[in-house]
């Protein structure tokens, strides 16, 4: 498998906003349920929001619904995850990856971790 390709993280404020891009799996993107994922400084990774083939279903943690918009686009075999009214605890380290069959959870299978994009926000 080759390794998501994760950017658009930063440093900024609460209250502020940030879009992260996920760019992967080249002619196949199309075909996963893909998901983003976040861990913590001394946290395992937890899920955060995931998104069907399709993109007609979306799913999300509670502490980030109402707050964050999932998408992809899947002629750039890319995804998005549109973070407004960032608070102090969305600092993470962001991850994408292929979820199923429970949209929650990343594939068993899947190894293939990126380096991810570092989020901080101060408070």
């Known amino acids: 498998q080759v390794q998501p390709i994760e950017s658009g993280g930063g440093l900024v404020q609460a209250g502020g906003s940030l879009r992260l891009s996920c760019a992967a799996f080249?002619?196949?993107?199309?075909?996963?349920?893909m998901g983003w994922f976040r861990q913590a400084p001394g946290k395992e990774r937890r899920f955060v929001a995931s998104?069907?083939?399709?993109?007609?279903?979306?799913y999300y943690a509670d502490s980030v619904k109402g707050r964050f918009t999932i998408s992809r686009d899947n002629a750039k075999n890319t995804m998005y995850l549109q973070m407004n009214s960032l608070k102090p605890e969305d600092t993470a380290v962001y991850y994408c990856?292929?979820?199923?069959?429970?949209?929650?959870?990343?594939?068993?299978?899947?190894?293939?971790w990126g380096q991810g994009t570092q989020v901080t926000v101060s408070s």
């Open positions: 990856a292929p979820a199923g069959p429970i949209v929650t959870i990343p594939l068993p299978d899947f190894r293939s």
């Open positions: 998104i069907s083939q399709s993109g007609g279903s979306t």
């Open positions: 080249g002619r196949v993107f199309h075909t996963y349920v």
